[in-house]
Structure formats: structure tokens, C-alpha cells
């Protein structure tokens, strides 16, 4: 993902009151299920998988989002983990297959968190469900009860997700991303059509971004790549903050390409506003059409304007009022895949999926950016899929520390052998420490609650109407205090429900809870033992290679589209595989670095500087795949050898530039080297560079400048030989691809500028 901010920290508060919103509901919901399997149907054995399937919808999930795309997640909660209840019955009916199937089950649904979104927060909930089978060992005895129980508690907290106090997490995304098109219109407004490049302006955009972020960052049931729609969403967010890069410069061009540009902003600036709206639910969005017809007509006037200087023999300035379009045409561009995204975010079920029928930022009429190329499930789902993927190691991690349980549990016969299961899963964390500290909580919590729960049962006794009472109040406080307080208060109030809603059936007996405690504490060291043997040190530790190998080829690929471009077809075969490799890379790194945050652990004290390492990795994976399509849409014209040369010699630059800075940085931290600047500091040394940025064109392609400039005089000296709208074109062409390669440049200085102060 492409960023420019801090890292968000977590927060342990309940503004929007979704802590109470999941423990009310379930508080109502889970009493009343006890009281209708037990005294209604006459079937205790679906009182547990009832109260599961209430847990896992209301609680361990607690999905938000538009309404209806809710319910059909719940819905479909309700049906694998029907078949996850079915299957784990099955399996664990012998011994010799419930291991292994454990094994590929919880591997495949613990994987299906790449996907995001609803996938990343159901895995829980559809796990819970295949525990029981697999630890019993009792086969389908009473399977028909268990799926009776899933089946009406499930339905049960479908329509209570939708209808009782729903929370909309997704629309408040929505929101802190409509905030951002918002302040990026009013700079496109500001730097085109106003008093020019504003600093005031800039920061309002810096800060709605960083609100955009602290939702987003190391948010793993975000908006993913699972749905179109949220596939969508996803893009929009990345190229939100991709379009900050556009707004630096302050180039004043002539009267001339001033009028044309402003056009082309004005269409800029209200397509963002108007998406900006349709994200808060007041208009429809724009068709992104719309941008690109803008950008085509801008194009032919520029190309008319520099026909006519080349008519006039006045083109000692054609190149440099030429290249101060490129800003507003890297915005637009931009702007156009924004309004893209979000016309599929927001779109109604009947629309067409994301993709539609544009399928390609053109010029001239052929395709720029191929919108095909944009991650889809298949390609998310295979490019994490290697022992070097954090997603992967985590969901092997946990698979096999489930399998180990279920081993286990079987040779020993324990009863409510469950625990151990969902103990191990719970304090299963991406790094060893993460475990041990989840671990000692879940321990200490669930004593404490056993404590607790026998202190209830011995002054109760045998009086089933006061754990009627009590029951309701323990669901509450199980469902509140994880998140509100701390773990260990939270499975404390956890064993208490569980001994309280036992005992309604069992009046006065301890059995239960002292099993529970047994349980979650073989549960825990299996989790500690695993987390020890498998990659200890977590996605933290992954962080620095992965980002290192993402810019190394996200470099490559950079260098390899710029051979293409003045090369030729024969660098293509090569152009295509370095872009596979260097997408993949990439990817990886943004999900480690993710991944990472997610879990705030040790290892990230400077997670803020290899977020932009990885933001300038996309930046120039992004900006090699644009000028790969110039290669073919919008070519060199012929000879300009000089500027070809000089085209190669800077896209090398901003390779070594930008892989050297980062190796630096990773050096540094290999080294135990702490930063000397702390993180408000670098946060200025970074707005600082963007400023200079702003202002200056990096010393080092100041050979190609000359070399644009020299080549452009020498090609509009045939006008009288040439038609003046191909002439037009190929100047255009040239300054624009002069344009990406500068544009590389700054991005390697920032990072370098960077790199070098954090020393």
C-alpha cells in the first residue's frame, strides 16, 4: 500500500460503542438461546454450538459494512461453519484422520485472511466450529442436535447483526477517505486555478490522510481483495495517497498551457469532490470517463499549442512549459483511477462488477495503465502462497499448533477437550513474545475466573433460577472486557459464563470449570512450544529483508520499462518477467510490513520510515507501468539518442539511489544503530523534503533536462517537413517520459534525504 504518515497507535477506546453494541446483543441473545434448547426443543446437546454460533457472529467477527453485504457475510459464516461443525465430526470419528484433516482445514481457513476483509475477521468463527468433532472423538453421536444449535443460533445472530444496533465500520472508512478526495480537490483547485502551490493546503491533506490511515494500517478485516466491492475500496485507499505525489511542484507555465491546464483540473478537482459524495452516500459517483476525455482534449491542445510555437520558430521554451503539464497530468491520471474505484465501491448490487466496462486509462485511444493487471483474488491468493509469506507462516503456525491440540487431546481423553484447542488458537500470536504475554494473560485470566465461578457455585448451590439471573450478566462481561479492559479479564469473564451456563444443568458441580483451567493452560503451552520452533520473531522481524527485496526489484522493473521505452521490443520479454517479480516482491513486503503493525509488537521502532520505503516501492512499481505502456501508447519519436541515454541513466539513478537508502536503513537497524531524530523530527525532515522537492529538479538528471530540451528543439526544427499534431506528439511524449524518470528521482531523494538524517 502506497503511505505517507506515521504509524497509528492502537486505541483502547469505544467511540462508536462496539464493545457494548456485540455484549448487549449477545447478552439478550445467548440466554435465550440456553432457555429454547434446553426447555423448548428438549435438546441440551445444541445448547453449546448455539451459544458458539452466537459468539462467533456477534463477537469474534462482529462484521460491519452496508447492510445487506453483512448479512450475506453472516449468512455465509452460518453455512461453512456448518459444514467446518459437519466435517470436524466426521474427521475426528478416527484417529488416524482428524490430525491431518485439522491440519488442512484450519491451514485453508487460517489463509483465507489474505483476502481481507470479512475473510481476515471470520477465520475465528468458522474455526470454533470444527473444534468440538475433532477433540471429542465421538463421531456424529450427536451431530444432529450440534447442527440443530448452529443452524438456529446462527440464524439468530444473522438477524440480530442486522437489526440489532448494527455497526457500520466500513462507512466510517468511507468517510476518512472522502475527507481526503476532498482536501486533494481543493489543492488540484488551489495549485491550477488559484494563488498556486499552498503549504496550508498540503498539511490539511497530510493530516486527513493520516485519519485515513489510523483506520486502515495493520487493520487485517479492512476492506480487502475477497469482493469486488471491497477490492475496490482497498485501490481507491492506495491511490488516495498516490495522489498526493502529484500536488508537489509549483512549475508556472505559459498563459497558453496555464488555460489548458486549469481545464483539465476544474474536470479533476469536481470528479474528486463528486466522489468524495457519493462515498458519504449524497450523489452517485462520476463516471471516470469523464477525467479521460478531459486528459485526451488537454493533450490536443498542448500538442496544438506546440504545432503552433514550431510554426513560429519559437521553441527555445517548448520543452520546459511542455513539461509543467506533466503535474496536472499525472493528477488527472490518478484522480481518474480514484473515481474509478470508488464508482465500483459504492455501486449497487445490479451494477457491474469492479472492472466495468472501462478497463483501461488510455492515450491516443490505447491503453496506459491496464486495469487487468490490478490484483485479483487468484493472484492475491497465489502471491502470498510460499514459506517466505508472512500470511502463510501464520496460518501454518496456526494450523499446526491446532493440529498438535487435537493430537494430543486424543491420546489423553480429556474432557471438554475443546478448550485446549481454542486455548492454543487465542494465544497464538505472530511472534514468540506476543505469545507468551497473550499466553500468561489467557492463563491467569481463566484461573481467576475459575476462582471466581467456584465462589458463585458454592454460595448458589443447587438453585437453577439465580444462574438464570447470573447468566445474562457473565455473556455481557465475556463479550465487553476483551476488548474494553485486557485479555486475562476477558477470558476470566469467559470461564465465568461457561461454568455459570453449565451450571444451570448441572447444578453445584465444579467439573467444568476446573477442566477449562486444565485445558487452556496444555492449550497455552502448545501455543508457546509452536511459537518458539516457528519463526519466533514474527512478520517483525521479515520486515527489513522483505522491504529490501521489494525495492530491489521494484527498481529493477523501473530500469527494465525505461529500456523498453527507448529500446525497444527487445526488451520486452525481460519487461514482463521483471514486472511479475517485482509485483510479487512488493506485495509481500507491503503484507509483512502490515502484518507487523498489526500484531504492535517489538521490532518496529522505526516502522514509520520503512512504510515509505515500501510507499516508494509502489510509486515506482506504478510508475514503471505506466511508462511500459508509453512504450506502445504513447512511444519516443525516432533518433533523440541523447535523450534516450540520459532516460536510462536516470531510471539507473533513482534505482541506486533508492535500494542504497534503503539498504542503509536496514544496516542501521541490523547494527542496533536507534535513529538520532525522533519521530516528530523525522515527520519535518520529511515535509521539509517534500517542499524542496516542490521547488527543485534533483541534481542528478539535470542531464537529462538538457538532453529533452536540446532533442525537442532539434525535432520541431522539421516542422516544415512534419505535420504540426505529430510533432505535437512526439514532444509531448518525450517531455512526459522525462517527466516519470524525474518524478523517480525525487521519490529516490526523498528516501535517501531521509536514510542519511536517520543515521
Known amino acids: 500500500m502506497t503511505q505517507d504518515h506515521t504509524a497509528s497507535k492502537p486505541k483502547r477506546g469505544d467511540a462508536a460503542h462496539i464493545f457494548l453494541r456485540r455484549a448487549a446483543r449477545v447478552a439478550i441473545l445467548v440466554p435465550l438461546m440456553s432457555w ?53 465430526a466426521v474427521t475426528g470419528a478416527s484417529d488416524g484422520v482428524a490430525v491431518p484433516a485439522t491440519l488442512m482445514a484450519t491451514l485453508a481457513i487460517s489463509y483465507s485472511a489474505v483476502l481481507r476483509g470479512y475473510f481476515a475477521a471470520s477465520t475465528t468463527a468458522v474455526i470454533v466450529p470444527w473444534a468440538p468433532g475433532a477433540t471429542s472423538g465421538t463421531g456424529v453421536t450427536n451431530l444432529p442436535a450440534e447442527c440443530v444449535g448452529w443452524l438456529v443460533g446462527g440464524t439468530l445472530a444473522c438477524v440480530a447483526a442486522s437489526l440489532l444496533w448494527p455497526y457500520y465500520e466500513q462507512d466510517r472508512l468511507k468517510s476518512k477517505l472522502a475527507d481526503v478526495l476532498d482536501a486533494s480537490a481543493s489543492m488540484v ?81 469536481t470528479a474528486l469532490r463528486q466522489a468524495a459524495a457519493a462515498l458519504r452516500g449524497e450523489g ?6 469523464v477525467i479521460n476525455a478531459a486528459r485526451a482534449a488537454h493533450q490536443k491542445q498542448l500538442a496544438d ?32 483511477l480514484v473515481v474509478l474505484d470508488v464508482h ?123 444462574y438464570w439471573v447470573l447468566l445474562p450478566i457473565s455473556v455481557f462481561l465475556a463479550a465487553y472486557t476483551p476488548g474494553k479492559t485486557s485479555l486475562a479479564v476477558g477470558q476470566g469473564a469467559f470461564t465465568v459464563f461457561l461454568i455459570t451456563m453449565i451450571a444451570i444443568s448441572h447444578p453445584g458441580s465444579y467439573s467444568a470449570g476446573e477442566m477449562r483451567v486444565i485445558d487452556v493452560a496444555l492449550g497455552v503451552s502448545v501455543s508457546l512450544i509452536v511459537s518458539a520452533l516457528m519463526w519466533p520473531h514474527g512478520a517483525a522481524a521479515m520486515v527489513r529483508r522483505k522491504i529490501a527485496e521489494g525495492a530491489d526489484q521494484a527498481g529493477s522493473f523501473l530500469v527494465s520499462a525505461f529500456e523498453l521505452l527507448t529500446r525497444g521490443e527487445a526488451a520486452a520479454a525481460q519487461n514482463e518477467q521483471t514486472r511479475r517479480d517485482a509485483a510479487r516482491a512488493v506485495a509481500q513486503a ?50 533523440c ?60 538528471v539535470a542531464g537529462l533536462a538538457t538532453a529533452v530540451d536540446r532533442d525537442t528543439q532539434a525535432l520541431l526544427a522539421k516542422a516544415p517537413q512534419r505535420q504540426t499534431s505529430e510533432l505535437g506528439r512526439e514532444t509531448i511524449a518525450l517531455a512526459f517520459a522525462a517527466g516519470w524518470a524525474i518524478r523517480a528521482n525525487q521519490l529516490a531523494l526523498r528516501m535517501a534525504v531521509l536514510s542519511d538524517a536517520s543515521k
Open 641 to 700: 539518442q541523447a535523450s534516450r541515454d540520459e532516460l536510462i541513466v536516470a531510471s539507473e539513478r533513482a534505482n541506486t539511489d533508492f535500494t542504497r537508502a534503503v539498504a542503509q536503513m536496514a544496516a542501521a537497524d541490523d547494527a542496533g544503530h536507534a535513529s538520532p531524530l525522533g519521530e516528530q523530527d523525522r515527520i519535518k525532515l520529511w515535509a521539509a523534503t517534500n517542499l524542496e522537492l516542490a521547488h527543485h529538479t534533483p541534481e542528478g
Open 344 to 466: 465500483h465501491a459504492v455501486q449497487d448490487d445490479s451494477c457491474e462488477p469492479a472492472g466495468g466496462t472501462q478497463t483501461a486509462v488510455t492515450i491516443d485511444g490505447k491503453p496506459l495503465l491496464d486495469l487487468q493487471h490490478r490484483a485479483t483474488v487468484k493472484q492475491r491468493i497465489s502471491g502470498q502462497w510460499s514459506w517466505s509469506s508472512p500470511w502463510f507462516r501464520t496460518a501454518f503456525r496456526t494450523a499446526t499448533a491446532i493440529a498438535i491440540t487435537v493430537l494430543i487431546v486424543r491420546g489423553t481423553k480429556l474432557d471438554y477437550a475443546l478448550w485446549v484447542s481454542l486455548g492454543a488458537m487465542a494465544a497464538l500470536k505472530f511472534d514468540a513474545s506476543g505469545t507468551r504475554r497473550s499466553g500468561s494473560q489467557i492463563a491467569l485470566g481463566t484461573f481467576g475466573g475459575f476462582i471466581v465461578g467456584a465462589a458463585i457455585i458454592t454460595l448458589v448451590g443447587d438453585r437453577p433460577g439465580i
Open 36 to 88: 429454547f434448547t434446553s426447555d423448548v426443543i428438549k435438546q441440551p446437546a445444541a445448547g453449546l454450538p448455539s451459544s458458539f454460533a452466537l459468539f462467533s457472529i456477534l463477537v469474534f467477527a462482529n462484521l460491519g459494512g452496508p447492510k445487506l453485504a453483512r448479512l450475506r457475510a453472516n449468512v455465509m459464516i452460518v453455512l461453512v461453519g456448518l459444514v467446518a461443525l459437519i466435517a470436524g
Open 189 to 269: 483547485d488551489q495549485r491550477w486555478s488559484g494563488s498556486g502551490y499552498s503549504d496550508e493546503g498540503m498539511a490539511a491533506l497530510d493530516a486527513s490522510i493520516a485519519k485515513l490511515q489510523s483506520v486502515y494500517d495493520g487493520v487485517l478485516s479492512r476492506p480487502g481483495s475477497g469482493a469486488p466491492r471491497e477490492r475496490s475500496l482497498m485501490l481507491a485507499v492506495d491511490e488516495a495517497n498516490r495522489l498526493r505525489t502529484a500536488l508537489w511542484s509549483d512549475q508556472q507555465a505559459p498563459q497558453e498551457v496555464r488555460e489548458c491546464d486549469e481545464r483539465l483540473a476544474n474536470v479533476t478537482a
Open 305 to 336: 499549442w506546440v504545432g503552433s510555437q514550431a510554426a513560429a520558430s519559437q521553441v527555445v521554451n517548448v520543452y520546459p512549459s511542455v513539461a509543467s503539464s506533466f503535474d496536472i497530468r499525472l493528477a488527472s491520471l490518478t484522480a481518474e
Open 284 to 289: 452517485q459517483a462520476p463516471q471516470a470517463e
Open 590 to 639: 507491503v503484507e509483512t510490513l502490515d502484518l507487523a503493525i498489526s500484531q504492535r509488537g517489538p521490532g518496529l521502532e522505526d516502522a514509520w520510515e520503512w512504510m515509505l520505503a515500501n510507499n516508494t516501492s509502489a510509486h515506482l512499481m506504478y510508475t514503471g507501468g505506466v511508462v511500459t505502456s508509453m512504450s506502445t501508447a504513447n512511444p519516443l519519436p525516432a533518433g
